[in-house]
């Protein structure tokens, strides 16, 4: 394995310092750094899923300290999805932020842009916990910078308690990690694999504690019943953009989960995350529903896709980790291109912004209610773009579970109060013409260039839907990888010969 | 000359300080310590303007073994005071100790040394500067206390300070 | 066992029992004493004999049994003996303020307050603030300064 | 009683303590109830490690025994990052209170800020 | 006999650190609060050096170095704050 | 090949007219028409080779893990139904070409029917359930879409999502029936699944399989009960409806009931699940028919029971009922198609579409009135005509069927249904075109322009030869479709129009005079009618969905009501939940490892803390006494680390615990110092017991751990390794700038983060309400006037030189004893920040000549690229390399890229300390009155005060 894995870390961090250092120069240096550098990153990280692909699982021992002992990078076709799907959005998003001068609303975006991206990249490259913890930290630091970027009393308010309940998320991650150190002895994640196999029977127990509240920890951020009730208002209330960004955020709490579930605990927690998953499902469609504002439609439509994935990835079974993985990527873009929507309806609709509520017509409707009538169907699952695909392969593989009648009811059920509030919120915010009050004087018709990284993504789920037949393939391919724990750790740990020290 | 060494002494003070910490003496040591005992008075200097013309001469150490002195003798004084002495049989007293220095680093130092030897506390200056307030454990005559404070460590630190 | 080792053990061992004890008297006299002007004095004896105390029993101890000499001992002495007098300084300026401003809380001692300098000066604490005055005296009730205690 | 005693009971009493304050609330006691739990996380984490007296991981030729440096690391990078969090959480709380007037977290109406409002 | 006295000094500076926690919370002023702390401070610096002679080991000297530096600072902050209301002005 | 082409014709078409919205309607119609003919046209020469039995089929595969695969397939069954969408398609388009005003935007228009188009000829040709499933849900969204095409009138929004809701729906249903019914097969491709019929009807899984598909399909077909929502999709433009709603997609129920009819029917469960809704459909969908008086409504609730008709007879699960219900399906596609266009013309002529304004029409409009009447009369049943033929063939069918072993159920409701429906065409007829003429309509009547009436002469044309020659008309596509419904060879096809005097003709006259009779008795039964008081399905709705959205709306702010507490309260819970749960199923064993004994001095110290703990808890709106208490437990955590062998864990805390202090107080001095209480006895009772469960589960696993032995740590490795491999005897520090460096990085990146985050939330708050409410702040502490006291001023001079070497000396022995980059940073940063304290902001700032944010950039970017360096040394990143130096004077000293690291890390950690400090400080600032100018580093000094120039 070559550097070249590492620099989906390193490279973040040179963009971020140098944007960071320029910050007082031309505007332009900063977003040029931030732009040439997430397209950059989005070409290292294909280059990375070609090897992933065509390799086994790599590793990649840093500092030259024989795993377990040192950090190890661990590139595998999970891994590798996660880095392009993160990139390849954060492309969309920086490109957008920057038509829309939302960088220009507040201090350091580029930088914590920029550092958002090395948390996430780190997180879903690194092969031992405490580092995981450390990029998660990083990562949600980032995030609460972006959050708050803007400010305003409702997003303040907001990034207060989204701030307060990771705080308390991280005490219980290291909570966990505390305990699954003092009982295994080891950090690296493939060592504790192995030693979880050979563990005395007094200590599973405790074992299994750190495991279960680790997993709580990842559905925190995963947004699983009932830790999801700081989602909402966080995304609601952060610039819809970086909502967008932030849409990969759930994610990584379901990939901490797909990574660590099969490979160290043994799938323990699914007897409890199907029901949380489904419960979630109901409750973030109830409030996609609910929504007064179409924020609060992708949150919560967010909330509800994301439970979906977690349902199939609760499963901890080979062919619902396939779908939740060809799930994963969709879901992802689906949310993130309504937030671009929801922030290009608030540019260019006026006073009444993303309010529910008819409003006087305006330029660029006609695109935003296409744009929305993609987005939104991609996010409820409908034909014929990939979340229906996507569904189709997660009802197909619980079949298999004992838990089928719930699940499916749940997801086709939860797929019609989908669309039925996508038809209500379609309807009045783009059909429904309000006449009174009289429309405001004429406005400059928008800049229709600010939808192209919305297109950008929708052109990413259509590339999905096209290319579904490769793209399964990879996701089965990923799924076995993912339950194959000998590898795995064949892999990252040395052969015994030349272990211990 | 005063731009290299801003405080003469205290590039001094401070090399000793650096072979104190190093504990063991090498010329290593010796050499990485001069460097940082001049660079960092270069950037401190900015914080202390001014030098506070100071004679790091013999009064100086005498002064300072005097205030030893009076440390451990009035520590074992107060100590009397404290475990056997009643409450309210002590005689606590404020003294107004009129200055005669006028440096604030010297009322600084004349200050700590009223508060480091028990049963007297430096509590405040006074806003033309000229009066140092300082509170007595147990004092029967305020005026002598505060011509024995004067005499014995403001006159030495006259000296000292120029 | 020599009889330089036997004076030093008994050196060690005086200066360790002085230098606690110092530390107990220090610390009881900031629980005794009746008003916090007089339990200022307690923790001097603490910072300066007490602490002072162990730090030279340290100094004997390490050469004595054979381990180098070390010299960080004086240097936290160096530290304690600049900082404490400032610390007493601030913590009897704060109280000073805080009898001036909350008297009703602050139970005058027996030393009462002091008496302003002369020469139509005041303590810098006390300065002569118009605002403060106004502020203490004045007592119209909207003012409700903050409660400490 | 055991080192093991008092440092458990230690962590425990720390982290109800934590735990009772971040339910308050304001934010002030939050931020405090935070700090409180991370002192708790740090001790924990630390003992993981198991309990050692007087030995520290400092590296020499023929020690007896030493205490394991593994934990101490992690606490170290972990009292750095909740240092950093904390002060993030507490500026946010003073700048959300300056932005909003209230610094209350509950969810409902701030009386403090009723009353000021009827007043004005 | 250093033994002896050691376990003696340390039961005077733990008494003393008990004391220092009376006056903690008896008060009555915030001063005297302050003023506790910093004694407490003081108390667990001697506390370190004698478990340093205990340990026969000087490692934990800086800390007690430190805490001589960085309890005076804690304490300036507390007092200013009771003067001022704002630390740095 | 073809069928590829076929199937994408439509779509292609869509998208060029969506490519060309500013084109003239002119070239807007000869796209879509282009499309629509080329399709056709391709249908037609395709089809011979369908019709001689080789049914022909396309396969690629799309999703090979789902088995989804784009498989066309086009037998004749399909055939026909593509003929259907394609024909009728391309009358609508021409009619919809004269039809939309010049001011709706045509290209949209047909653009949207040609998606719908494609969407419909998938559904024909899917060969692959999945795939079906596909273009089934775009046919709803497509007809969402044309519903609302007319997006300003409420109806039309409302029609839309009804029938989205309602459609969608369905379909979401039919997903799971068709993934069962795939899945019980085996395979989710047509012809593998209709092989199957066996298997699957005795699969556990039918009636699931059954009941979801079928919901489908009633939906899609407006089956009772779910038939309310298609009356409201006329909202749309009438081509539309035309072609939607009466045409095509409300087909697509039945379609599927025929396509699907080898291996979900012939069972009992089928049975009467279909034809009783067929039935119930029927005569509650004429019903409501004969009592409407928009045209359109007629006409739609007449679809909707003439779908019932079809339904019931694909229910019977006969094959000749089933030829029986594709004949009828034919010929109500054509007469339905053409009374709608014609409706939509006597609506565009005569200005409304209330049959009670109209009459007598036949005079002012022939043309018309004579398509209008032919059809009505097809629908009515009347010979010779089309819609006899298949009325008598379903009327034979239900004479032959019995319903729960009575056999006069299903023939008498049928009849029922028929006379309906003879009364509903009738009235149209007669009350529409006959009678007496008015004296004036909205409009004034007359035909319309050929273009407009054209399509619906050729249907009628159609209807009427249907009717006289039906064998050879239809039989050749009839016959073979009939044999693809039910799998094997079709029924003898022999529609006639006399088959000598039958039960079904009795029935039929029967049925005549019934439906002239009602419509004779119209009046009085439309007031009885009336009297039902029948609910408005539409209102229903509405109201229902308001009602859900209102519950949803107080669900969720229930749920999410934004109280921090009830979110941190669920976590806490559910982490000593999750701590039972695994000692509960995991196990436990007490450990064995032996117990440290507790000096006194240890219990003191515990002391200490559990009684400043418990301070901190139970008085914390005495804040700034709640920081103190803070302080002693931050003191004994200190003693505690240095006690249990961790220096450096000691170093940290001390430095960390007195940063975080200042930041406490320069935060508390703008927060309320004593606020009022907020929360209840009860909610701070519970808070208690959380906290003590909380407590209870931490120290227990505490315990736990700390009494069992170590499991062979890793660090054992690190402890081995770290002189020999690391070149550092601290195993923490060579821990953290080399085993673990890449961690270190992360964390210097986190507080740098946090000090930039910190900086972006200050540096605006002096704008806006929160500058406002700064200016406008108060001091709430009586203060004293001295800002910079003289003796702090003078120590913090001299401290700060001092702390600098400290600090340096700290950073350098790191490697080895107890400190390190970060501590020495903290050492730095304080002695800086004590400057602040004592001379004031203004004057420490102007001092420091150090930009914060290069601190943080350059820490990261040096701790980076230390990482990096490696590389040039053909070495793993972070690898770190060190090395014993001897040089002249200095002697031997050790240089090791690791601390070059370290460096990163105290250049960070001071620029992120400073930068937050200062910032914070500053909005202080901001919220003073005095002015700052000549504001010395000290308030009394001395000798200034004495004119002494210093
Ligand atoms: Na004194
Ligand atoms: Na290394």
Same mark, same amino acid.
């Given at each position: ?501 | ?162 | ?114 008496? $302003? ?6 303590? $810098? ?25 | ?120 | ?53 205990? #340990? ?5 000297? #800086? ?27 | ?35 629509? *003919? ?80 494609? %969407? ?138 025929? +396509? ?161 429906? *003879? ?213 004994? *955590? ?92 601290? *195993? ?34 002096? +704008? ?127 240089? %090791? ?54």
């Amino acid at each position: 394995m070559s550097a070249l894995i590492a620099a989906p870390v390193l490279l973040p961090a040179f963009a971020a310092t140098i944007s960071l250092l320029f910050r007082r120069r031309r505007r332009w240096i900063g977003a040029g750094v931030s732009i040439g550098a997430t397209a950059l990153l989005l070409g290292i990280t294909v280059l990375l899923m070609i090897e992933a692909s065509e390799g086994g699982v790599a590793a990649y021992a840093l500092g030259a300290w024989p795993a377990p002992f040192g950090i190890v990078l661990v590139l595998d076709r999970l891994a590798a999805m996660m880095l392009v799907l993160t990139s390849a959005l954060a492309l969309a998003v920086s490109v957008h932020a920057t038509l829309t001068s939302l960088d220009r609303r507040g201090w350091h975006f580029h930088p914590l842009f920029q550092f958002q991206l090395l948390g996430l990249n780190g997180a879903f490259l690194t092969g031992d916990l405490f580092n995981l913890f450390v990029f998660f930290e990083v990562l949600l630091i980032a995030s609460y910078g972006l959050l708050l970027h803007g400010q305003g009393a409702r997003r303040l308010t907001a990034g207060v308690q989204y701030v307060i309940v990771n705080l308390v998320g991280s005490t219980l991650f290291l909570i966990a990690l505390g305990l699954l150190y003092g009982v295994t002895g080891t950090l690296n994640m493939a060592d504790m694999a192995v030693r979880a196999a050979s563990l005395p029977a007094g200590d599973h127990g405790l074992f299994r504690a750190g495991g279960m509240l680790l997993t709580a920890v990842f559905a925190l951020k995963a947004a699983l019943l009932p830790l999801h009730l700081w989602l909402p208002r966080a995304y609601a209330g952060a610039a819809p953009a970086v909502a967008a960004l932030f849409a990969i955020m759930t994610k990584v709490g379901a990939y901490a989960i797909i990574r660590t579930g099969p490979l160290i605990f043994a799938g323990a927690a699914g007897r409890y995350m199907v029901p949380a998953a489904l419960g979630t499902m109901i409750l973030g469609f109830v409030g996609f529903l609910a929504a007064r504002h179409l924020r609060s439609t992708a949150a919560f439509g967010l909330i509800g896709s994301t439970a979906i994935l977690l349902t199939a990835v609760a499963l901890f079974e080979q062919s619902a980790m396939a779908g939740a993985l060809y799930y994963l990527p969709h879901t992802t873009i689906a949310a993130a291109l309504l937030f671009l929507i929801t922030d290009l309806v608030i540019r260019w609709r006026g006073m009444e912004g993303d309010a529910i509520v008819a409003t006087p017509g305006y330029p660029g409707r006609q695109l935003l209610a296409g744009l929305f009538l993609a987005g939104g169907v991609a996010l409820a699952g409908l034909p014929p773009l990939s979340g229906f695909i996507g569904k189709l392969l997660i009802l197909q593989a619980s079949l298999s579970s004992s838990w089928w009648r719930a699940i499916w009811a749940v997801i086709l059920g939860t797929s019609l109060v989908a669309v039925i509030a996508l038809a209500r919120a379609g309807s009045t915010l783009f059909w429904k013409s309000d006449v009174t009050p009289p429309p405001p004087a004429r406005r400059s018709a928008p800049n229709l260039a600010e939808a192209a990284p919305a297109g950008f993504l929708l052109a990413m789920l259509v590339l999905l839907t096209a290319g579904a037949g490769p793209v399964t393939a990879y996701m089965e391919a990923a799924s076995r990888q993912i339950f194959d724990v000998a590898g795995y750790v064949r892999a990252v740990l040395p052969p015994p010969a030349g272990a211990g020290a | 000359m005063r731009r290299i060494l801003p405080h003469p002494g205290l590039t001094a003070m401070l090399l000793l300080i650096w072979l104190l910490m190093l504990n063991s003496f090498s010329m290593g040591g010796l050499v990485l310590g001069g460097i940082f005992a001049v660079l960092v008075p270069i950037y401190t200097a900015a914080f202390w303007p001014d030098r506070p013309g100071m004679r790091w001469r013999l009064p100086l150490l005498l002064f300072l073994l005097l205030v030893v002195r009076d440390i451990i003798v009035a520590n074992f004084h107060v100590a009397r005071l404290i475990l056997f002495r009643r409450n309210r049989d002590l005689r606590p007293s404020w003294l107004a100790i009129p200055l005669d220095l006028h440096s604030a680093e010297a009322i600084t130092l004349l200050a700590g040394t009223i508060s480091l030897t028990p049963g007297t506390v430096s509590a405040d200056i006074s806003t033309d500067g000229r009066h140092l307030l300082v509170h007595a454990l147990d004092v029967a005559d305020p005026a002598a206390e505060i011509a024995h404070i004067k005499a014995r460590y403001e006159r030495r630190l006259m000296e000292i300070f120029r | 066992m020599s009889g330089g080792m036997i004076i030093a053990d008994v050196v060690i061992s005086g200066l360790l029992l002085l230098g606690g004890a110092f530390a107990l008297i220090g610390s009881w006299g900031l629980a005794k004493l009746p008003s916090l002007m007089s339990r200022l004095h307690g923790p001097t004896k603490a910072t300066t004999l007490g602490v002072g105390s162990c730090l030279i029993a340290s100094m004997v101890y390490f050469p004595a049994y054979g381990h180098a000499w070390t010299a960080h001992e004086l240097l936290i002495t160096l530290f304690l003996f600049i900082t404490a007098p400032i610390s007493a300084n601030l913590i009897a300026k704060a109280y000073l303020h805080g009898c001036r401003t909350e008297p009703d809380e602050n139970a005058p001692a027996a030393e009462g307050m002091p008496v $302003a300098p002369p020469h139509d000066a005041d303590w $810098a604490t006390f300065g002569r603030d118009e605002e403060l005055e106004e502020m203490i005296l004045g007592e119209t009730g909207d003012a409700s300064p903050e409660r400490r205690s | 009683m055991s080192m093991e005693f008092l440092v458990a009971t230690a962590i425990g009493a720390l982290t109800a303590g934590g735990i009772y304050l971040c339910l308050r609330a304001r934010t002030f006691p939050v931020v405090l109830g935070l700090a409180m739990l991370s002192y708790a996380i740090n001790l924990f984490l630390f003992a993981m490690g198991r309990l050692v007296v007087g030995r520290p991981a400092i590296y020499e030729k023929g020690a007896t025994g030493y205490t394991d440096p593994l934990p101490q690391a992690l606490v170290l990078t972990a009292i750095v990052i909740s240092f950093g969090m904390t002060a993030l959480a507490l500026v946010l709380a003073l700048r959300t209170f300056l932005e909003t007037g209230t610094d209350q977290v509950d969810g409902r109406p701030d009386p403090d800020l009723l009353d000021r409002e009827n007043r004005t | 006999m250093i033994a002896y006295a050691l376990i003696g000094a340390m039961a005077c500076v733990s008494a003393a650190m008990l004391l220092n926690l009376f006056r903690l919370f008896r008060g009555p002023t915030a001063a005297d609060r302050i003023l506790a702390l910093d004694t407490m401070v003081i108390n667990a610096i001697a506390f370190i050096i004698l478990f340093g002679i205990h #340990e026969t080991t000087t490692t934990y000297f #800086e800390a007690a170095l430190l805490l001589a530096m960085v309890g005076f600072v804690g304490t300036a902050a507390y007092s200013k704050f009771l003067l001022r209301g704002d630390v740095v002005e | 090949m073809h069928l590829i082409l076929l199937a994408l014709l439509p779509f292609l078409g869509s998208a060029w007219l969506a490519l060309l919205p500013r084109a003239s309607r002119g070239v807007h119609a000869g796209i879509a028409v282009a499309h629509v *003919v080329a399709a056709l046209g391709l249908l037609l020469f395709v089809a011979p080779g369908v019709l001689n039995g080789i049914a022909d089929q396309v396969r690629y595969a799309w999703v090979p893990a789902l088995d989804l695969s784009v498989t066309l397939r086009l037998d004749a069954l399909g055939l026909l139904f593509a003929g259907l969408i394609l024909g009728i398609g391309l009358l609508i388009v021409v009619y919809a070409r004269f039809y939309l005003p010049a001011g709706e935007p045509m290209g949209r228009f047909l653009s949207l029917l040609l998606l719908f188009q494609g %969407a419909m000829l998938g559904i024909a040709l899917s060969g692959n359930i999945l795939l079906l499933l596909i273009f089934w849900e775009l046919t709803s969204l497509s007809s969402f879409l044309l519903i609302g095409f007319r997006s300003d009138k409420a109806e039309g929004r409302q029609g839309a999502r009804m029938a989205l809701a309602v459609t969608g729906g369905g379909g979401l249903a039919l997903i799971g029936g068709l993934l069962l019914l795939g899945h019980v097969a085996g395979s989710y491709e047509l012809t593998d699944v209709l092989a199957q019929g066996d298997v699957v009807r005795a699969s556990p899984l039918y009636p699931a399989a059954l009941v979801l598909i079928l919901l489908g399909c009633f939906t899609k077909s407006a089956q009772f009960p779910f038939h309310f929502w298609l009356p409201h999709a006329m909202a749309a433009p009438t081509p539309v409806s035309a072609y939607l709603h009466s045409a095509t997609m409300v087909k697509a129920g039945v379609f599927l009931l025929a +396509r699907l009819w080898p291996v979900l029917a012939g069972t009992d469960l089928w049975f009467y699940l279909v034809a009783t809704t067929g039935l119930i459909t029927m005569v509650v969908g004429a019903a409501i028919a004969l009592f409407r008086h928009d045209l359109k409504a007629i006409l739609a609730y007449s679809t909707v029971s003439q779908l019932g008709l079809m339904t019931m007879l694909f229910g019977f699960g006969t094959p000749a009922a089933a030829l029986a219900g594709i004949f009828h399906l034919l010929n109500h596609s054509l007469f339905k198609a053409a009374l709608f266009m014609n409706a939509g013309i006597v609506d565009h002529e005569a200005g409304t579409r209330d049959i009670r304004l109209l009459g007598g029409l036949a005079k002012l409009m022939p043309i018309t009135a004579a398509l209008g009447m032919i059809a009505a009369a097809s629908m009515a049943g009347l010979p010779p005509l089309g819609g006899f033929l298949s009325k008598e063939m379903m009327l034979e069918e239900a004479v032959h069927t019995a319903w729960l072993g009575a056999p006069w159920v299903v023939p008498l409701v049928a009849l029922v249904g028929a006379a309906l429906s *003879v009364a509903y065409s009738l009235r149209f007829i007669v009350q529409l075109y006959l009678g007496p003429q008015r004296d004036a309509y909205p409009a004034s009547p007359h035909d319309p322009p050929a273009g407009l009436w054209a399509p619906s002469a050729l249907l009628v044309a159609l209807t009427i030869a249907v009717g006289l020659f039906p064998a050879l008309l239809t039989g050749w596509l009839i016959t073979p479709a009939a044999a693809d419904i039910t799998g094997g060879t079709a029924p003898e096809f022999h529609p006639a129009l006399w088959h000598g005097i039958t039960p079904a003709l009795m029935l039929s006259v029967i049925a005549v005079a019934a439906g002239g009779l009602m419509l004779w008795r119209h009046g009085p039964l439309l007031r009885g009618w009336e009297l039902l008081r029948l609910p408005d399905a539409k209102r229903l709705f509405e109201a229902a969905l308001e009602r859900l959205v209102q519950w949803a709306r107080r669900m969720s702010d229930a749920v999410h009501n934004g109280s921090l507490q009830r979110q941190l309260a669920l976590m806490f819970l559910l982490a000593v939940v999750i701590g039972v749960e695994a000692i509960w199923y995991g196990g436990y064993a007490p450990g064995t490892r032996p117990l440290l004994p507790a000096p006194p001095v240890a219990i003191v110290a515990w002391t200490l803390l559990l009684a400043a703990t418990a301070a901190v808890a139970l008085v914390p709106r005495q804040r700034f006494v709640t920081l103190i208490y803070i302080s002693v437990i931050g003191l004994v *955590v200190s003693l505690a680390f240095i006690y249990l062998s961790a220096p450096d864990l000691a170093l940290t805390q001390i430095s960390v615990e007195t940063v975080t202090i200042l930041l406490l107080l320069l935060a508390l001095n703008l927060l309320p110092k004593q606020p009022v209480q907020l929360s209840s006895n009860q909610e701070r009772a519970r808070n208690l017991l959380l906290g003590l469960a909380g407590g209870t589960a931490s120290g227990l696993a505490a315990w736990a751990v700390m009494t069992r032995a170590p499991n062979d740590p890793i660090s054992s490795y690190h402890w081995a390794n770290s002189y020999s491999g690391g070149g550092g005897t601290n *195993v923490v520090n060579v821990t953290l700038v080399d085993f673990r460096a890449f961690d270190t990085f992360g964390e210097i990146t986190v507080l740098g983060i946090a000090a930039l985050t910190i900086f972006a939330l200050l540096q605006p708050a002096a +704008r806006g309400v929160s500058g406002q409410r700064l200016r406008e702040w108060i001091a709430d502490l009586p203060r004293s006037p001295e800002r910079h006291p003289m003796m702090f001023a003078v120590a913090a001079r001299l401290l700060l030189p001092l702390a600098m070497m400290v600090g340096l000396y700290i950073f350098l022995r790191g490697h080895n004893s107890p400190g390190g980059g970060f501590i020495a940073g903290l050492i730095v940063s304080i002695a800086l920040l004590m400057q602040y304290m004592a001379s004031g902001f203004e004057w420490a700032d102007q001092r420091r000549q150090i930009d914060e944010h290069a601190l943080i950039g350059f820490g990261v970017i040096i701790a980076a690229l230390t990482g990096v360096g490696s590389l040039l040394f053909d070495a793993p990143l972070f690898t770190s390399a060190f090395g014993y130096f001897t040089l002249p004077i200095v002697g031997k000293f050790e240089l %090791a890229t690791a601390m070059l690291f370290d460096i990163g890390v105290a250049l960070a950690v001071i620029g992120a300390v400073m930068l937050a400090l200062a910032e914070l400080s500053h909005i202080a600032q901001r919220a003073q009155k005095e002015p700052a100018e000549d504001d010395g580093p000290m308030d009394v000094d001395p000798a200034k005060l004495r004119g002494l120039q210093r």
